[in-house]
């Protein structure tokens, strides 16, 4: 039983399976999406969230692409996938400044809650992690978190029922610009399940096939 709750076995051209690195920035793309907001104030929510360097853009743009792989995005009507893409970004961002104004406010970050000696911290992360961020790429997970995590109750729910509908890639997974090195805005305190996933999981990963297939 895998203990992140991935979306449906996915093909392999939605992670970043024989991608080496992902190097083009996307958010001047997005940039131009902003003055088809309506309204002023998701305009500017928008442009704020994009204007930071930590925005996941690479990976809203792999989320975008994802879906026009995925036959109920297909079916909707052109004029609801555009309203949809519009409402996937203005939740994206604004859940993204959220996330940032609690960083900021938690400044410095508290300290790493104890984690139950049977998820062990991998130490050899470093040696195998290149940061492609597609273990990353999952709508929801398993949302238990580390007793005396000070994360909001809130966000934990959001990590085990995703963002939303057409939402493929975690609430907190955020990018470092220009190189689109993946990282996660909560790691000391990120789900169990976040620690569980290791190296063999990240070599079956980008190999494309679950660990778990046999289970
Ligand atoms: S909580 Fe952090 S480690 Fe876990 S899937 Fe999200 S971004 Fe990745």
């Known amino acids: ?11 392999a051209r939605r992670t970043c399976l024989g991608h080496p ?26 442009l704020r969230a994009l204007s930071s360097p930590f925005f996941p853009s690479l ?16 079916r909707l009507p ?13 939740e994206r961002s604004r859940f993204f400044l959220g996330v940032g104004s609690w960083r900021e406010e938690h400044r410095p970050l508290p300290a790493a809650p104890a984690v139950p000696s049977a998820i062990s911290e991998d130490s050899t992360i470093t040696a195998y992690c290149d ?34 509908r057409w939402h493929r890639f975690c609430p907190f997974l955020w990018q470092e610009r220009p190189e ?14 976040c620690r569980a996933f290791e190296q063999e999981e990240c070599v079956f990963l980008k190999m494309g096939v679950s660990p778990h297939a046999a289970e």
């Open 1 to 11: 039983m895998p203990l992140v709750a991935h979306k449906p076995a996915r093909p």
């Open 78 to 90: 052109v004029r609801l996938r555009k309203a949809s893409t519009l409402s996937l970004l203005l």
């Open 131 to 164: 940061h492609c961020g597609a273990c990353c790429e999952i709508a929801s997970g398993l949302p238990v978190f580390p007793e005396g995590v000070l994360i909001p109750v809130r966000w934990q729910r959001v990590f085990g029922q995703g963002l939303g």
């Open 21 to 46: 690195r992902i190097v083009a920035d996307r958010s001047s793309e997005l940039r131009k999406m902003i003055r088809s907001y309506p309204r002023r104030a998701s305009r500017r929510l928008v």
């Open 59 to 74: 990976f809203f743009a792999r989320n975008l692409r994802t879906l026009t792989t995925e036959p109920g995005w297909q």
């Open 180 to 193: 689109g090195r993946s990282f996660c805005a909560i790691h000391p305190w990120r789900p169990l399940a």
